[in-house]
């Protein structure tokens, strides 16, 4: 019998995940890689919004705390994008490799992946928070001065902005268990 009808057999049966071919690993590397690259083309045009908007809100700003806030705002967005790059920027595979090493080399990609999934309070999320908490916190002091019922108001977009940090951590959250599934499958092909 040829190989591949070997293989056809030995897949048609059942059981355990079949073992992928070199050309397979391969496209699934670069197809990985194209939805890192695309995913960080997209951070980059939000943290380049967010620095011409905060910048601008900086110098425009009517009072100190304003400007503090959002300078420390252009700040995190700058930080986040070095550390996206840092962290999490697509490497390609090296053309000519055999399958363990292409495997290895797509497992230390998604391990890549996950690690800064994982960590995204640190780097992306982290930087953000004392910028945008210095910005709700003197829009809260400055309607709360005008009234009880405009200082309470003003917390609920304070609390929309919370709920949307903890909501992208948990999205990011669920990537890094996606990926650490994908990590697992790998693994146990590359045992087989």
């Known amino acids: 019998m040829e190989s591949d009808d070997m293989r056809n057999i030995w897949q048609s049966q059942g059981g355990p995940a079949a073992p992928l071919s ?5 496209k699934k590397g670069a197809k990985f890689r194209s939805r890192i690259v695309w995913r960080n083309v997209r951070e980059y045009v939000g943290a380049a919004f967010v620095v011409g908007w905060f910048g601008y809100c900086a110098w425009a700003a009517d009072t100190g705390w304003r400007r503090l806030g959002s300078a420390l705002v252009v700040a ?12 999490a920027s697509a490497s390609a595979a ?7 090493s292409c495997a290895d080399f797509h497992r230390a990609q998604l391990v890549r992946q ?4 994982s960590s995204v309070w640190k780097w992306y999320l982290g930087p953000l928070v004392p910028g945008l908490a210095i910005l709700m ?7 709360f001065r005008h009234s009880i019922t405009a200082g309470l108001l003003s917390l609920i977009p304070l609390g929309a902005v919370a709920l949307m940090l903890w909501f992208v951590g948990r999205l990011n959250r669920n990537a890094a268990a996606g990926i650490q599934r994908q990590i697992d499958k790998l693994e146990t092909i590359a045992g087989e």
């Open 76 to 87: 995190g967005a700058f930080y986040l994008a070095f550390e996206l790059h840092r962290r």
């Open 22 to 26: 070199l050309e397979e690993l391969r």
């Open 94 to 100: 090296p053309g000519e490799l055999a399958w363990r």
């Open 114 to 117: 996950r690690d800064a999934l």
């Open 137 to 143: 916190g003197s829009g809260c002091v400055t309607a």
